[in-house]
């Protein structure tokens, strides 16, 4: 008996049962290369699908010249057939369903061919507010080349062999566009009342028909609400969804929320951890009572139990689970086996997910650095000669490289000086709104635990105690420490760093200046935690905006929670000095003095002194000695955690 009986049912939508009611929904992976299905994308997927999960949509196809930048994958010539052909072979093998998504953005276009803006197009001419795009209207000619690239586009993805195809009119892209009474202004047949503006959905609906026939499932992916003033809102959506509902055409509504129009509706698009697991459950309750065809929702599903719940109460017959596969590929497997305790939850950061995709690299995931390079890691190979290893340091590289050496068969015991394991990760936590940052902890601790690694706390490694081990290898991740900068003035001001603020272990008084020198988390985190407590508080950031490092939608959250506590930023300085009231810096490009006075106190979050000094004792150890994470260079998790896994790798 499954502990999520809800879950594990099969569920019929058109013509085609789906096993479970667990899917992966479309996600982008910077997978495709040259625009097609490549080796890596399948092994990608094919790590979910044989763990269990019952659906997986692939990610945006483009399906129109105007819009099908190099490296977007896309259904635009035949060329995409044979890749579309072994994804579906792959779903398959593992008896899961495969869908594609058909994609034009409209005037919310923002990838480059060459580095140059491209141009946009959409019913009207309404710019954005994200991309700053002004597009220019569609001709009708244009509008019925377009509904003709959807047809075509759907018959490659049909005689691929996919199961089903997903319009997107989610997030703001062009189909959208055309249902929404602000953004389509137009006179003609296509614009004014709702079944002008519904008109392109229907013929683009009707066209996918005609290519890919009546037998496959398809599909519409829909913001039910776009959480933006100018977006569509739930009323609109679903009197939209109830008359294609009518039309008998469709199989299914996927229902999400945001758009990527503008700042707040992108909040929204990969909801980080400030935002309440499956809180968009009641939107898909919304439309289930409104339509009869079935619903899928997602948005923050970490946990097979919040699954379950959604599926049992009614509020949607399919959940999807992004980041949960992307953080954890046998979700499913483990939900299926009851050992969700078990699953790698996500933990809402939206680094090595979204993170990469948008700076144009492949999805990874800082908790388990294996996703996106399945072929390299996902098998590990047993090592040859299990050796005795030695990891120093129980902060997330440590952890991560004694699971992996174990994995593979080493005999390996983990150090840490401190009681806990978690190093940095354990104040990372404490910042507000990050507490689920601490997960990586718990889950980490959890596959130490799972793979029985001998781990030994309170236990300070030094060359003695090397020597006296005799290991086969060292792994050496002692991270690194907080430092004050040599400023002038030091010893007439009070200045504090971050960690001891953190640690509840300073007084910082009535008005401080956080100096935020990596323009990351921390100094967000600082300013708005001072703040709250009725602190004067001031963010100058060594950077062009207050977390400049930190990806765009943590760090634009967090810069409306600073807004809303009156936080002053100062951007484009350095610490220069500081006395008993004034902080002195100098702005980087113009050199120009920036002061600021009645400070009490400055919390500094300078740049991390390496914890590089027991390195530089087992030097002799040549080959056998590796070092990882921040006392190699003090970055962040994702390069410790990635950096640990490679180095157990290599033993
Ligand atoms: C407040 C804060 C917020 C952060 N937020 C984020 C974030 O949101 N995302 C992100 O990716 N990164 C974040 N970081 C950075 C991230 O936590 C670090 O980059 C990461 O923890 C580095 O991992 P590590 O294993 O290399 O070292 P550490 O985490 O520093 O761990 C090193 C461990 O080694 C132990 N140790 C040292 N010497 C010895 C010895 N001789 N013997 C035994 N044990 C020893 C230490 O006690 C410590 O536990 C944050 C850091 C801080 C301080
Ligand atoms: C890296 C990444 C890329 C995404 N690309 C797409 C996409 O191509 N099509 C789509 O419909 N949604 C895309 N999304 C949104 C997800 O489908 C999903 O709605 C969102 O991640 C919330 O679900 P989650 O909380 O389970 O991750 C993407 C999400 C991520 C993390
Ligand atoms: S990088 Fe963070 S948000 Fe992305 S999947 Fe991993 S834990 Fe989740």
Same mark, same amino acid.
């Given at each position: #008996?499954?502990?999520?009986? /809800?879950?594990?049912?099969?569920?019929?939508?058109?013509?085609?049962?789906?096993?479970?009611?667990?899917?992966?929904?479309?996600?982008?992976?910077?997978?495709?290369?040259?625009?097609?299905?490549?080796?890596? #994308?399948?092994?990608?997927?094919?790590?979910?699908?044989?763990?269990?999960?019952?659906?997986?949509?692939?990610?945006? $196809?483009?399906?129109?010249?105007?819009?099908?930048?190099?490296?977007?994958? $896309?259904?635009?010539?035949?060329?995409?057939?044979?890749?579309?052909?072994?994804?579906?072979?792959?779903?398959?093998?593992?008896?899961?369903?495969?869908?594609?998504?058909?994609?034009?953005?409209?005037?919310?276009?923002? +990838?480059?061919?060459?580095?140059?803006?491209?141009?946009?197009?959409?019913?009207?001419?309404?710019? !954005?507010?994200?991309?700053?795009? =002004?597009?220019?209207?569609?001709?009708?000619?244009?509008?019925?080349?377009?509904?003709? /690239?959807?047809?075509?586009?759907?018959?490659?993805?049909?005689?691929?062999?996919?199961?089903?195809?997903?319009?997107?009119?989610?997030?703001?892209?062009?189909?959208?566009?055309?249902?929404?009474?602000?953004?389509?202004?137009?006179?003609?047949?296509?614009?004014?009342?709702?079944?002008?503006?519904?008109?392109?959905?229907?013929?683009?609906?009707?066209?996918?028909?005609?290519?890919?026939?009546?037998?496959?499932?398809?599909?519409?992916?829909?913001?039910?609400?776009?959480?933006?003033?100018?977006?569509?809102?739930?009323?609109?959506?679903?009197?939209?969804?109830?008359?294609?509902?009518?039309?008998?055409?469709?199989?299914?509504?996927?229902?999400?929320?945001?758009?990527?129009?503008?700042?707040?509706?992108?909040?929204?698009?990969?909801?980080?951890? =400030?935002?309440?697991?499956?809180?968009?459950?009641?939107?898909?309750?919304?439309?289930?009572?409104?339509?009869?065809?079935?619903?899928?929702?997602?948005?923050?599903?970490?946990?097979?139990?919040?699954?379950?719940?959604?599926?049992?109460?009614?509020?949607? !017959?399919?959940?999807?689970?992004?980041?949960?596969?992307?953080?954890?590929?046998?979700?499913?497997?483990?939900?299926?086996?009851?050992?969700?305790?078990?699953?790698?939850?996500?933990?809402?950061?939206?680094?090595?997910?979204?993170?990469?995709?948008?700076?144009?690299?492949?999805? $990874?995931?800082?908790?388990?650095?294996?996703?996106?390079?399945?072929?390299?890691?996902?098998?590990?190979?047993?090592?040859?000669?299990?050796?005795?290893?030695?990891?120093?340091?129980?902060?997330?590289?440590? #952890?991560?490289?004694?699971?992996?050496?174990?994995?593979?068969?080493?005999?390996?015991?983990?150090?840490?000086?401190?009681?806990?394991?978690?190093?940095?990760?354990?104040?990372?936590?404490?910042?507000?709104?990050?507490?689920?940052?601490?997960?990586?902890?718990?889950?980490?601790?959890?596959?130490?635990?799972?793979?029985? =690694?001998?781990?030994?706390?309170?236990?300070?490694?030094?060359?003695?105690?090397?020597?006296?081990?005799?290991?086969?290898?060292?792994?050496?991740?002692?991270?690194?420490?907080?430092?004050?900068?040599?400023?002038?003035?030091?010893?007439?001001? /009070?200045?504090?760093?971050?960690?001891?603020?953190?640690?509840?272990? +300073?007084?910082?008084?009535?008005?401080?200046?956080?100096?935020?020198?990596?323009?990351?988390?921390?100094?967000?985190?600082?300013?708005?935690?001072?703040?709250?407590?009725?602190?004067?508080?001031?963010?100058?950031?060594?950077?062009?905006?207050?977390?400049?490092?930190?990806?765009?939608?943590?760090?634009?959250?967090?810069?409306?929670?600073?807004?809303?506590?009156?936080?002053?930023?100062?951007?484009?300085?350095?610490?220069?000095?500081?006395?008993?009231? $004034?902080?002195?810096?100098? /702005?980087?490009?113009?050199?120009?003095?920036?002061?600021?006075?009645?400070?009490?106190?400055?919390?500094?979050?300078?740049?991390?002194?390496?914890?590089?000094?027991? +390195?530089?004792?087992?030097?002799?150890?040549?080959?056998?000695?590796?070092?990882?994470?921040?006392?190699?260079?003090?970055?962040?998790?994702?390069? +410790?955690?990635?950096?640990?896994?490679?180095?157990?790798?290599?033993?």
């Amino acid at each position: #008996m499954t502990r999520f009986p /809800h879950l594990f049912q099969p569920i019929e939508i058109g013509r085609m049962t789906v096993k479970n009611r667990i899917f992966v929904p479309g996600h982008n992976t910077a997978l495709s290369v040259e625009g097609l299905v490549s080796d890596e #994308m399948i092994a990608y997927h094919e790590a979910r699908a044989e763990a269990g999960v019952g659906m997986i949509t692939m990610e945006v $196809s483009t399906v129109h010249p105007s819009y099908a930048p190099h490296g977007r994958l $896309s259904v635009v010539t035949d060329d995409c057939i044979p890749g579309l052909e072994r994804m579906a072979a792959m779903g398959r093998r593992h008896d899961c369903r495969v869908l594609g998504q058909l994609f034009h953005p409209g005037r919310v276009a923002a +990838a480059s061919e060459d580095g140059s803006v491209m141009a946009s197009y959409a019913p009207s001419e309404v710019p !954005d507010e994200f991309y700053k795009n =002004v597009p220019a209207p569609l001709t009708t000619d244009q509008i019925r080349d377009l509904v003709d /690239h959807y047809r075509r586009g759907a018959a490659r993805m049909a005689e691929g062999g996919l199961d089903g195809i997903e319009l997107i009119s989610s997030m703001g892209y062009l189909i959208s566009q055309f249902l929404n009474p602000r953004l389509n202004q137009r006179t003609d047949e296509f614009g004014g009342s709702l079944e002008n503006r519904l008109r392109f959905l229907r013929e683009v609906i009707a066209a996918v028909r005609k290519g890919a026939g009546d037998e496959i499932v398809v599909g519409i992916r829909i913001s039910a609400d776009e959480m933006d003033g100018e977006g569509l809102q739930p009323g609109e959506t679903i009197e939209a969804l109830e008359a294609i509902e009518a039309d008998g055409r469709l199989d299914y509504f996927n229902i999400i929320a945001s758009t990527t129009a503008s700042y707040a509706g992108w909040l929204h698009i990969i909801p980080s951890m =400030v935002m309440p697991n499956a809180y968009l459950a009641p939107l898909g309750r919304q439309v289930k009572d409104a339509v009869t065809l079935p619903v899928m929702i997602a948005g923050r599903v970490t946990q097979p139990h919040e699954a379950e719940r959604i599926i049992a109460s009614g509020q949607a !017959d399919m959940v999807g689970v992004v980041r949960g596969h992307i953080a954890d590929p046998e979700f499913a497997r483990k939900a299926r086996e009851g050992r969700p305790e078990d699953i790698r939850a996500c933990i809402g950061c939206n680094q090595a997910c979204i993170g990469h995709r948008l700076k144009g690299f492949p999805i $990874s995931c800082i908790q388990h650095p294996e996703t996106g390079r399945e072929l390299q890691y996902y098998r590990k190979s047993r090592a040859d000669a299990p050796k005795r290893v030695m990891v120093v340091g129980g902060g997330p590289g440590g #952890m991560k490289a004694a699971i992996v050496a174990a994995q593979r068969g080493h005999d390996v015991t983990l150090y840490e000086k401190e009681a806990r394991l978690g190093g940095q990760a354990l104040l990372a936590q404490l910042l507000p709104d990050r507490s689920e940052f601490g997960g990586l902890v718990t889950n980490l601790a959890r596959e130490l635990e799972i793979l029985g =690694v001998s781990v030994r706390t309170r236990t300070e490694v030094t060359a003695d105690l090397v020597a006296a081990t005799g290991p086969d290898a060292i792994v050496l991740a002692t991270g690194a420490e907080p430092q004050i900068p040599a400023i002038e003035g030091l010893e007439e001001a /009070h200045v504090v760093d971050s960690w001891a603020v953190l640690r509840g272990e +300073a007084n910082v008084g009535r008005s401080a200046v956080v100096w935020d020198w990596r323009s990351d988390w921390v100094g967000l985190g600082l300013a708005q935690l001072l703040a709250q407590s009725g602190c004067r508080v001031r963010l100058a950031v060594n950077g062009i905006v207050a977390g400049e490092r930190v990806p765009s939608m943590v760090r634009d959250y967090a810069v409306g929670e600073l807004h809303k506590l009156g936080v002053e930023i100062v951007p484009y300085v350095r610490l220069f000095g500081a006395d008993e009231d $004034s902080v002195y810096f100098q /702005h980087v490009t113009s050199g120009e003095p920036v002061i600021l006075d009645e400070v009490d106190t400055l919390v500094s979050h300078h740049a991390l002194r390496r914890n590089a000094g027991l +390195a530089e004792e087992l030097n002799a150890w040549g080959e056998r000695l590796t070092l990882i994470g921040d006392c190699l260079g003090p970055r962040t998790a994702e390069e +410790a955690v990635l950096e640990g896994l490679k180095a157990a790798m290599a033993i």
